[in-house]
Nanobody
């Protein structure tokens, strides 16, 4: 069993920044891929970014340049730095590990 604990969501004004964290614990070893997805109201869940244990990164094309994913392999933790946030970024952000495990989600609301 793997537990994922997300933190860092909240309310931010347009143009602001947030940093999300997701810590994995439990029956885990050698996590290969960690990533973030998001789901906005009335929309399907979509990929935000993923990062492998070796540091290979992939972003959704629309988010390149504003979002930065990173991870600490020793802590089994993945981060998402989000800058220049827009109202369209409002969504529940979910952490994912190796495509199998999901966090409970953290709400990000961008509004003035």
């Amino acid at each position: 069993q793997v537990q994922l604990v997300e933190s860092g969501g909240g309310l931010v004004q347009p143009g602001g920044s947030l940093r999300l964290s997701c810590a994995a614990s439990g029956s885990i070893s050698n996590i290969f891929v960690m990533g973030w997805h998001r789901q906005a109201p009335g929309k399907e869940r979509e990929l935000v970014a993923i990062i492998t244990s070796g540091g290979v990164i992939s972003y959704a094309d629309s988010l390149k340049g504003r979002f930065t994913i990173s991870r600490d392999n020793a802590k089994n933790t993945v981060y998402l730095q989000m800058n220049s946030l827009e109202p369209e970024d409002t969504a529940v952000y979910y952490c994912n590990v190796d495509g199998n495990y999901w966090g409970q989600g953290t709400q990000v609301t961008v509004s003035s």
